[in-house]
């Protein structure tokens, strides 16, 4: 009901990035700094040892840069390459709360990277190692995938990914990693897995483990052809919609499809076969099973209006009072011009606000926040410039959300509500920010 339960994480995760206020025509040094705390201290904290603000409401917890272990190894050596750093900031990670910013510029990149490292002992003083080398695939068949789920059987995984691989085996309750965190194996059915989800990544973990975590290295266990019929395995398991590609550098991207008259808000309107749905990747705060990791998103103008018809499965529809299934949007206030300048994804920081809309199967409300210290605002209703209608369907939640106020082109990130997954307050999931332009082609 009250705007502050639904909220009440997000000023958490604001604390870090509201306090600040910079501006100042920024070195490089100051530019990478400046997006570090705008972007990543919330989490991974000012000096950069896992322990911002947010992250006692996250699980799985920031990483402890300072620690220099890293799970995410292309090569061999101490400490990961630029190549392996740059490569999980711009993907995120799959399944829990870290982003991935794909959306900034190689430059934005460059400086944050110095920033990420000048946290890290002794990195500039270790030379890259090796590659980790990936044979050529085997090719997938029924038979190697059989040999797969047999060798997964026999080679122990079951005992903490589960028989069937849920991430629930009986030592799963019990595992730990070097910082001292619980951990849990991912659910290896429920894709895009965290450390990679192409089929040589996945070999590539199998091979070596990962670092800080007891998920072993196979290297000299096991055959190629044996990780090889494992990967196919894995393949066969995971529930992902197809086309959906976690690692899709334009993932961001949204085509705002132009069409004549007006805009539907039934979800059963032709007019919606024009839009292509698109994949938005979720990102929960603490994970848990069965948690939702995608919704679709497709989106029609009509140059005075803009329609987002967003929809996601989940198998039971919640709309008790106080605590409901629901989507918002989250809309940056300010005219952003580079994407370097949007505001942090929790809400917003100082000087940098956010307009939440949040459709709940009662209606739609839309709130102000412009970071800590400053409370969250119920906006008046404009009920005449906003229309919404949702409705449960066949497995999935569908709304639609309608609005002049929608520029033709603009960014915004989306936050779901799973009423049937454990409270922990705020959202379940959230996605990165997301760039809507009209569409080349149109029509
Ligand atoms: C909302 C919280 C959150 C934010 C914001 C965030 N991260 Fe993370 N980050 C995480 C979590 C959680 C993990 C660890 C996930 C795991 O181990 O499963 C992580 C892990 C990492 C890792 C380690 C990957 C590895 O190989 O071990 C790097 C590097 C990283 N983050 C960089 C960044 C940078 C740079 C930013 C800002 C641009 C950022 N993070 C913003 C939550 C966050
Ligand atoms: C002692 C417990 C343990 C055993 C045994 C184990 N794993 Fe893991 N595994 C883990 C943990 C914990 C993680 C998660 C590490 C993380 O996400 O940081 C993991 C991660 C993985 C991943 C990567 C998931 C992702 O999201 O990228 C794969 C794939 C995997 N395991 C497959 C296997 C297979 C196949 C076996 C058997 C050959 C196996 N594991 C045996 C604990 C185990």
Redesign the pocket.
């Given at each position: 009901m009250q705007p502050k339960q639904f909220f009440a994480f997000f000023f958490f995760l604001l604390i870090f990035a509201s306090c600040r206020s910079r501006e100042a025509q920024p070195t490089n040094e100051e530019h990478g700094n400046r997006l570090y705390e705008a972007h990543c201290a919330s989490c991974h904290g000012a000096k950069g040892n896992g322990n911002g603000p947010a992250a006692p409401y996250l699980w799985?917890k920031p990483r402890d840069f300072t620690a220099g272990v890293f799970?995410y190894r292309t090569t061999r050596g101490p400490y990961p390459s630029d190549t392996e750093l740059l490569e999980t900031m711009k993907k995120g990670i799959?399944?829990t709360s870290m982003p991935g910013w794909d959306i900034l510029k190689t430059n934005d990149w460059r400086d944050i990277l110095a920033t990420v490292k000048r946290f890290i002992p002794h990195i500039e003083d270790s030379a890259a190692g090796p590659y980790i080398e990936v044979p050529v695939e085997a090719k997938a068949t029924l038979e190697s995938i059989e040999e797969g789920k047999k060798?997964?059987e026999t080679?122990?995984?079951p005992?903490?990914?589960g028989p069937q691989g849920h991430g629930d085996g009986p030592?799963a309750q019990i595992?730990r990693?070097i910082w001292g965190q619980t951990?849990?194996?991912?659910d290896?059915t429920h894709g895009p897995?965290?450390?990679?989800n192409l089929n040589k990544e996945?070999y590539r973990?199998?091979l070596m483990g990962?670092p800080g975590?007891?998920?072993?290295a196979?290297e000299g266990t096991f055959t190629p052809a044996q990780i090889w019929s494992?990967v196919h395995y894995?393949k066969a398991i995971q529930k992902m919609p197809a086309d959906y590609n976690p690692s899709d550098p334009k993932r961001y991207l949204i085509d705002v499809v132009q069409i004549d008259g007006e805009l539907p808000d039934d979800p059963a309107a032709n007019a919606w076969q024009k839009a292509k749905g698109v994949p938005v990747f979720l990102k929960p705060l603490y994970s848990a099973p069965n948690i939702p990791e995608w919704l679709t998103v497709k989106a029609l103008s009509n140059g005075k209006e803009t329609a987002f018809y967003i929809s996601w499965e989940d198998d039971l529809p919640d709309m008790k009072e106080g605590r409901s299934d629901g989507v918002a949007v989250q809309l940056p206030t300010k005219e952003i011009s580079d994407p370097s300048e949007l505001p942090y994804l929790g809400m917003g920081h100082s000087g940098n606000p956010v307009e939440i809309w949040k459709w709940e199967p009662g209606g739609l409300r839309r709130f102000a926040s412009n970071g800590i210290g400053t409370p969250l605002t119920l906006l008046p209703s404009e009920a005449e410039k906003v229309h919404e209608k949702g409705a449960y369907d066949n497995g999935r939640w569908h709304v639609i959300l309608k609005s002049s106020s929608f520029k033709s082109g603009g960014y915004l990130s989306f936050a779901l509500w799973d009423a049937d997954i454990m409270s922990h307050a705020g959202p379940e999931t959230f996605s990165e920010w997301m760039q809507y332009s009209p569409s080349a082609e149109g029509d």
């Amino acid at each position: 009901m009250q705007p502050k339960q639904f909220f009440a994480f997000f000023f958490f995760l604001l604390i870090f990035a509201s306090c600040r206020s910079r501006e100042a025509q920024p070195t490089n040094e100051e530019h990478g700094n400046r997006l570090y705390e705008a972007h990543c201290a919330s989490c991974h904290g000012a000096k950069g040892n896992g322990n911002g603000p947010a992250a006692p409401y996250l699980w799985p917890k920031p990483r402890d840069f300072t620690a220099g272990v890293f799970k995410y190894r292309t090569t061999r050596g101490p400490y990961p390459s630029d190549t392996e750093l740059l490569e999980t900031m711009k993907k995120g990670i799959p399944g829990t709360s870290m982003p991935g910013w794909d959306i900034l510029k190689t430059n934005d990149w460059r400086d944050i990277l110095a920033t990420v490292k000048r946290f890290i002992p002794h990195i500039e003083d270790s030379a890259a190692g090796p590659y980790i080398e990936v044979p050529v695939e085997a090719k997938a068949t029924l038979e190697s995938i059989e040999e797969g789920k047999k060798l997964y059987e026999t080679a122990g995984c079951p005992a903490c990914h589960g028989p069937q691989g849920h991430g629930d085996g009986p030592a799963a309750q019990i595992l730990r990693d070097i910082w001292g965190q619980t951990i849990s194996p991912r659910d290896l059915t429920h894709g895009p897995l965290k450390w990679g989800n192409l089929n040589k990544e996945i070999y590539r973990t199998l091979l070596m483990g990962i670092p800080g975590t007891p998920m072993p290295a196979h290297e000299g266990t096991f055959t190629p052809a044996q990780i090889w019929s494992l990967v196919h395995y894995i393949k066969a398991i995971q529930k992902m919609p197809a086309d959906y590609n976690p690692s899709d550098p334009k993932r961001y991207l949204i085509d705002v499809v132009q069409i004549d008259g007006e805009l539907p808000d039934d979800p059963a309107a032709n007019a919606w076969q024009k839009a292509k749905g698109v994949p938005v990747f979720l990102k929960p705060l603490y994970s848990a099973p069965n948690i939702p990791e995608w919704l679709t998103v497709k989106a029609l103008s009509n140059g005075k209006e803009t329609a987002f018809y967003i929809s996601w499965e989940d198998d039971l529809p919640d709309m008790k009072e106080g605590r409901s299934d629901g989507v918002a949007v989250q809309l940056p206030t300010k005219e952003i011009s580079d994407p370097s300048e949007l505001p942090y994804l929790g809400m917003g920081h100082s000087g940098n606000p956010v307009e939440i809309w949040k459709w709940e199967p009662g209606g739609l409300r839309r709130f102000a926040s412009n970071g800590i210290g400053t409370p969250l605002t119920l906006l008046p209703s404009e009920a005449e410039k906003v229309h919404e209608k949702g409705a449960y369907d066949n497995g999935r939640w569908h709304v639609i959300l309608k609005s002049s106020s929608f520029k033709s082109g603009g960014y915004l990130s989306f936050a779901l509500w799973d009423a049937d997954i454990m409270s922990h307050a705020g959202p379940e999931t959230f996605s990165e920010w997301m760039q809507y332009s009209p569409s080349a082609e149109g029509d």
